[in-house]
Structures are given as structure tokens and as C-alpha cells.
């Protein structure tokens, strides 16, 4: 038995060690000492800035609609604080085209009477207003197939239309917001293996279909000279999501009528005292901007020189989106992300942290309609997923192609990190282990082969770079904050964002210091039409 319980030590010994020696690379003594400086500067409340940054980019200057004035006063804060920080090559790096700018300047929204009460309710983006207060009826005029727009013709001239559903109200008991569970994290970390996709197709003719109807209804409600065009939110509690109701484009996109989305508990009472055949006046007064002077836009860029003759034309790039939907102040999305990128470079600046690569960050505008600044940097920089080299038959890459190390992205609200994403690249997989080990105790565990979608790492994957967005705990993001007027400074999170801006810092770091660059996905063929899930 003695013999036995020995053997079987030196068994579990070996079982103990053996992974240890398998999960090199490691993160080094030296590296450890600089990720315990990058520790101190952002955890410590008198040398963090993080709640600050955020703060401006939302109280101050939010919220940040691609061309609007606020998004330009915002990158002008944000450049002067990266020059203040002494970052190198600090600019705004145009592109074009994006279209006309859009701002609202006031919003107003009553219900006068049966009986009085003033509506939460907020201007869709590239809209019209309705050149000064409007009093006016208030219509309910279903129109959910062609044969509608017989039964209301001749009846919306000057009214306030109301066309949608009342939007359904289900019960809900569960918490909104949430952080990953250890079953939910470890179910993350697997690969799930698909059977082949159907009905995919349909999906996409189906979403056609209704956006086209979607279309028809507007030109109608425009053509019959509505007042304004009042539409319920998808969410409750108070919360609206707006986005946009009209075009950036003025030549080619369709025209569009005053548009205001209000919340659905205000949507409800309206519609139900009108199907009690109760007349609702209404009080309309929107006033909203156009800019038609300058159609481009920019990316924000900032630098910290690589430290190391050989290494420094080499370039481990950190970003997100600074743009914003206009209702709220765009704090989650994606001041969170903007302000845990500038204050992981300020880290590095000020920490003084030895690295060997140059340190770039990208923050992007132009995100929500469609990644349009990163996609636009990376046709600038280092290629095209559209064209095709004729000698390769790959996608057509430009020589910064080979220089650039990694990307790493943030852009899902203020929930902590907790892994990252590899976007199908297995290779990065045992460095990236490495590199979590030193943030185990701050609660970022998890890797997961599988692919995020939605944001700007994207235009670096569709070019073969290897782009990362890391796995964030939701929170209230989905459920509340993203795209909507609740996306405001108070659903910030401070110690979420200090970690995130740890995180990332370190693993810039270490990227910039690694002997190699960060192991690449072989280059992807050129596709007729960008594809962006
Ligand atoms: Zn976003």
C-alpha cells in the first residue's frame, strides 16, 4: 500500500508540473514588475482618470453622432488630453464620404388634452423638426399592409400619426442586468459545432420585405403631410431606443417626415384613449439641425513610439468606436470604451513602461452606421477585403500589412472583462493564456475560439490582422443602456471600467515587448460585397 501511495504522489506531482512546463510562454518577472506599475496608476482613486475621461466624453460632449458638432468638440477635448499626456502623432485622420451632419436642438412632447401629461420622447436622427410648436390631433392609423393606406387617405393632413401596435408589455421578474456565472463562462469556452445553416435566406428576404413596407409607410405619411410621426420604442420602464429615421445622404437617400420615438408606457395611453373615441390634442416642438458643409469624417489617433530601433515600425494598435446613437450620452456605447482606451495609453505613457513596439491608438467614428471610420483606416493602411491581388488571389494587402501586431477592441458596455474572444485563431491561444494568468484574481479566466460580431475588430479580421474584442459581463447593456436614453454616466460602472483599463493596458504591453508578433489567421480571399455580420 506504501509502495503504492508513493507512486501515486510522484504521479500526481508529475500530473501537477507537467501542464505548468506545457503552458509556456509565461508572463516574466520583468513584465510582472511594469504590470504592477500599470496596477497601481489605474487602480489608485488620486492617479486615475478613467471616471473623468468618461464623464466629459458623456456630461460634457455627449452625445457624439457621427458629424454632429458635439462629436467634433468632443475629439478637439480628446486631442488636447492627448497631447496634455505628451502622446506623439496626435490627429484626426480624415474619411470620406460619410454624409451631412445632424443635430437636435430641442425636444418637446405633450399631450395637451383629454387630459394633460408631457411625454418621454426624443427626435430620430437625420430627421426634420416641425419648425416650431405644433398643436394638432393626434391620429391612430394602423397601417400594417397595403390595403391601410386606402382607409386613412385624406385623414392625416397636420395630425400627429401614430401607425405601430402598441407594443406588447410581457412580465418580467429576472434582474436586467447580469455578470457571467462560472457555467455560463465555461459554456463560452466551448466550441459549439453547427450543422449546416438553414433559412438564413429567408431571414434576410423577410427583413427586405419589412423594411421596404417599412419605406412605403413613410413615403405615405409624407405625402399626406403629417405633422409628425409618432412611433413607440421596443423597450418599457421609461427606457426609448432611438437610432436614425432619416438619411445622411441628401441626393440619394428617400426623405423622410418629422420623427420622434416616445416611450411605450406614453405610446399605450395615447392609442387606448383614442380607441375609446376620445379626441388627444397633442403639443409637437422639435427642432432639429442639418450640416451640409462638410460630408467626411475622422478617425482620433494617438501614439506612443516603440523604444527599440528594430522593432518600432511595428505597431500594436488599441481602439473602439467613439461615435454614439443621439438619446442618451452615449456613455456605454461607447464612451465606456473610449475612455478605457485613452486611459490604458495614458497608463502606459505615464508609467513609463518600456516597450518596444509603437503603441497606436484608433478611435473610430462612423461605428453605428455601419463601421465606417475603421473600416475606412484600414482601407487606408493596409488593405482591402474587396479587391483581389491578381498574383495571389487573396485580398490585396499594402506593405504596413506586415507591421501591424494586434488589435484589441472594446465596445460592450461598462461590464468588466473577463476573457477574450480569438475570432477563430487557435495560434493565440496559449499567449493569451500566459497573459491572463497575472488577472486571474481580477476575474478575466475565460477564452473562447468563437467569434463576436458587431464592432470595429471586425475590420481588421475581414483583412487578416488579428483584431480582438474582449468578452465583457453584460450588465445592462442589451437590456437598458445600449442605444437608448438610459445610456448615461450613471450606468457607468467605476471599478468595471478601472479594470478594463488594466487589462487592456497590460496586454498592449506585452504585446509590444513579445519577441514575435501576435500568430496570425492565413489571408482571406476578396469578397464581391463586404460582409459584416
Ligand atoms: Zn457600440
Not at 510582472?32 to 492617479?47: C, V
Not at 426609448?240 to 411605450?264: I, L, M, T, Y
Not at 379626441?279 to 439641425?289: A, E, G, H, R, Y
Not at 453605428?368 to 475606412?376: D, N, V
Amino acid at each position: 500500500m506504501r509502495k503504492h501511495a508513493s507512486v501515486f504522489a510522484v504521479l500526481v506531482l508529475l500530473l501537477a508540473v507537467v501542464p505548468l512546463r506545457a503552458q509556456s510562454p509565461t508572463v516574466s518577472q520583468s513584465e510582472l514588475s511594469a504590470i504592477h506599475q500599470i496596477r497601481e496608476e489605474g487602480f489608485d482613486p488620486k492617479t486615475s482618470k478613467i471616471m473623468e475621461i468618461i464623464s466629459y466624453l458623456s456630461d460634457v460632449y455627449g452625445p457624439r453622432l457621427t458629424n454632429s458638432p458635439d462629436i467634433k468638440e468632443a475629439a478637439k477635448w480628446t486631442t488636447d488630453k492627448m497631447n496634455e499626456w505628451h502622446l506623439a502623432n496626435v490627429h484626426l485622420e480624415p474619411w470620406t464620404p460619410f454624409g451631412r451632419g445632424w443635430s437636435n436642438e430641442r425636444t418637446s412632447v405633450q399631450v395637451l388634452s383629454p387630459r394633460p401629461f408631457p411625454l418621454i420622447a426624443y427626435a430620430k436622427a437625420w430627421t426634420p423638426g416641425t419648425d416650431g410648436p405644433i398643436t394638432a390631433e393626434a391620429v391612430f392609423a394602423p397601417i400594417t399592409k397595403e390595403e391601410d393606406f386606402a382607409k386613412f387617405k385624406g385623414q392625416l393632413k397636420g395630425k400627429f400619426a401614430l401607425t405601430a401596435a402598441i407594443p406588447e408589455s410581457p412580465e418580467r421578474f429576472d434582474a436586467q442586468a447580469h455578470r457571467y456565472t462560472d457555467a455560463e463562462l465555461a459554456d463560452l469556452a466551448t466550441q459549439p459545432v453547427l450543422a449546416a445553416q438553414s433559412g438564413q435566406e429567408d431571414r434576410i428576404a423577410q427583413f427586405r420585405a419589412t423594411r421596404e413596407f417599412q419605406l412605403k409607410v413613410q413615403k405615405f405619411l409624407l405625402d399626406e403631410g403629417i405633422a409628425c410621426w409618432i412611433e413607440p420604442s421596443r423597450s418599457d420602464d421609461g427606457t426609448v431606443f432611438v437610432q436614425q429615421g432619416g438619411g445622411r445622404d441628401k441626393e440619394k437617400d428617400p426623405p423622410a417626415p418629422c420623427r420622434v420615438a416616445v416611450a411605450n408606457e406614453n405610446y399605450g395611453r395615447i392609442v387606448r384613449t383614442l380607441e375609446k373615441k376620445f379626441p388627444v390634442t397633442m403639443l409637437v416642438d422639435v427642432q432639429n439641425k442639418f450640416y451640409d458643409d462638410d460630408l467626411n469624417s475622422f478617425n482620433i489617433i494617438g501614439e506612443i513610439p516603440g523604444s527599440d530601433k528594430a522593432k518600432a515600425d511595428e505597431v500594436v494598435m488599441l481602439g473602439g468606436h467613439f461615435d454614439s446613437w443621439q438619446a442618451g450620452t452615449g456613455a456605454t456605447d461607447n464612451g465606456a470604451g473610449s475612455a478605457v482606451m485613452l486611459e490604458a495609453i495614458r497608463i502606459l505613457k505615464t508609467t513609463g513602461v518600456k516597450m518596444r513596439r509603437t503603441v497606436r491608438i484608433g478611435l473610430w467614428t462612423g461605428e453605428e452606421e455601419g463601421l465606417l471610420g475603421s473600416r475606412a483606416y484600414i482601407k487606408q493602411h493596409f488593405g482591402d477585403p474587396n479587391t483581389e491581388d491578381p498574383a495571389t488571389h487573396l485580398i490585396k494587402v499594402t506593405p504596413e500589412h506586415a507591421k501591424l501586431d494586434a488589435y484589441y477592441n472594446i465596445d460592450n458596455g461598462t461590464g468588466k472583462i473577463r476573457g477574450v474572444y480569438l475570432q477563430g485563431n487557435e495560434m493565440v491561444a496559449p499567449i493569451f493564456n500566459a497573459w491572463m494568468v497575472p488577472f486571474h484574481d481580477l476575474g478575466m479566466t475565460t477564452l473562447t475560439i468563437r467569434n463576436t460580431g458587431g464592432t470595429d475588430h471586425l475590420s481588421y479580421d475581414a483583412v487578416g490582422l488579428p483584431g480582438f474584442q474582449f468578452i465583457q459581463d453584460p450588465m445592462d447593456y442589451d437590456t437598458r443602456t445600449h442605444h437608448s436614453n438610459m445610456d448615461v454616466y450613471e450606468r457607468i460602472q467605476e471599478p468595471d471600467m478601472k479594470q478594463m483599463a488594466v487589462i487592456v493596458a497590460s496586454f498592449v504591453y506585452l504585446t509590444a515587448n513579445r519577441d514575435e508578433m501576435i500568430p496570425r489567421k492565413p489571408l482571406p480571399k476578396a469578397v464581391p460585397v463586404r460582409q459584416f455580420p
